[in-house]
């Protein structure tokens, strides 16, 4: 069954501080990997977008990777601000299935403290 | 500004109604879809919309409909028949179809959050 785990559930961290946020999944063959921004009670924001063959990809203070070969991604977050509070949501898109596959973690909840 | 936008923000019913969600986009976009979001769960799929006035369930599609009449419109309907419809409801739109490694941008609404009294 295709699956994306998403770890830890819930973090916090002290604003100016790093964090990595991890995500596994067993999708396979995927065509790409998105990570999501949402904040509390609105809808989720795009962050990047990875295909397959992609190993990086940043936004601004946001950096995702990607290692195809172990099915393991890290979104992390250099010099965190409190409007980095929100939960993070991985995404992955199947190479073939159909229409709208698209199978989405449960989120990882980012909470940064003054 | 183009976008999506859902209505109302939220929402509440009482046993035995049906409630309609509005979704609206401007963003010119062929497919359209509505996700369900619980706490600890990853969004999961109610229908979906590749052009108007067809559509097609997808994994949690039981107590609900929808309608694609026009090209910027996807309301959907809970209805009575849903057990437990109490959960925050996510509309999306792409330019294309998710499908066939598709890597354009899914775009959501801000949400509606429907409460069963």
């Known amino acids: 069954k295709n699956q994306v785990e998403q770890s830890p559930q819930s973090l916090i961290i002290l604003e100016g501080k790093n964090c990595t946020l991890q995500?596994?999944?067993?999708?396979?063959?995927?065509?790409?990997l998105r990570w999501y921004k949402q904040d509390t009670g609105r809808g989720p924001v795009s962050l990047t977008i990875m295909t397959f063959s992609e190993n990086t990809k940043s936004n601004g203070r946001y950096t995702a990777t990607l290692d195809a070969d172990t099915k393991q991604s890290s979104l992390h977050i250099t010099a965190s601000q409190l409007s980095d509070s929100a939960s993070y949501i991985c995404?992955?898109?199947?190479?073939?299935?159909?229409?709208?596959?698209?199978?989405f973690g449960a989120g990882t909840r980012l909470a940064v403290h003054p | 500004d183009g976008g999506i936008t859902q209505s109302p923000k939220y929402l509440f019913r009482k046993e035995g109604q049906n409630v309609t969600l509005s979704c609206e986009q401007n963003l010119n976009h062929d497919a359209m879809y509505w996700y369900r979001q619980d706490p600890g769960q990853g969004l999961r799929l109610i229908y979906y919309?590749?052009?108007?006035?067809?559509?097609q369930k997808g994994d949690i599609a039981e107590g609900y409909s929808v309608s694609r009449e026009k090209k910027e419109s996807f309301p959907l309907t809970v209805t009575s028949a849903q057990k437990n419809p109490t959960a925050f409801y996510l509309c999306?739109?792409?330019?294309?179809?998710?499908?066939?490694?598709?890597?354009?941008?899914?775009?959501f609404g801000e949400g509606s959050r429907l409460t069963v009294l």
């Open positions: 995500c596994n999944y067993t999708v396979s063959p995927f065509s790409n």
């Open positions: 919309s590749q052009i108007v006035n067809d559509f």
């Open positions: 995404v992955v898109s199947p190479l073939s299935g159909g229409y709208n596959k698209l199978i």
């Open positions: 999306a739109s792409s330019s294309k179809r998710l499908a066939g490694g598709y890597t354009g941008e899914l775009f």
